[in-house]
């Protein structure tokens, strides 16, 4: 839950970008499209300061409960090729 709230923040705060082509970083290859950020490791899903989201405790606690939900009523395998 954690690392997609990083990953796919509520609020756009600005602080992500796209490439707009293919760019080498070292021996690395990022192609064209690929979202990049400039501290990944930050986790800030609802910003921060005065003007964070008001909702977050709610919004946390819907994440929680619809995973136990999913945990409790379905039945979760890999795929055989993973």
């Known amino acids: ?14 602080t992500n ?5 293919d760019t080498w970083l070292g021996r690395h290859l990022i192609p064209r499209g690929t979202m ?3 501290r990944a ?17 709610l919004a946390r606690m819907n994440y929680t409960t619809t995973v136990a939900m999913l945990l409790a009523h379905f ?4 795929t055989p090729e993973v």
């Open 1 to 14: 839950v954690q690392e997609s709230m990083r990953m796919l923040p509520v609020l756009a705060d600005g």
């Open 17 to 21: 970008r796209t490439t707009v082509r």
């Open 36 to 38: 990049v950020w400039a």
């Open 41 to 57: 490791k930050r986790f800030l899903p609802f910003s921060a300061g005065t003007r964070d989201c008001v909702g977050q405790s």
């Open 75 to 78: 039945k979760f395998q890999l």
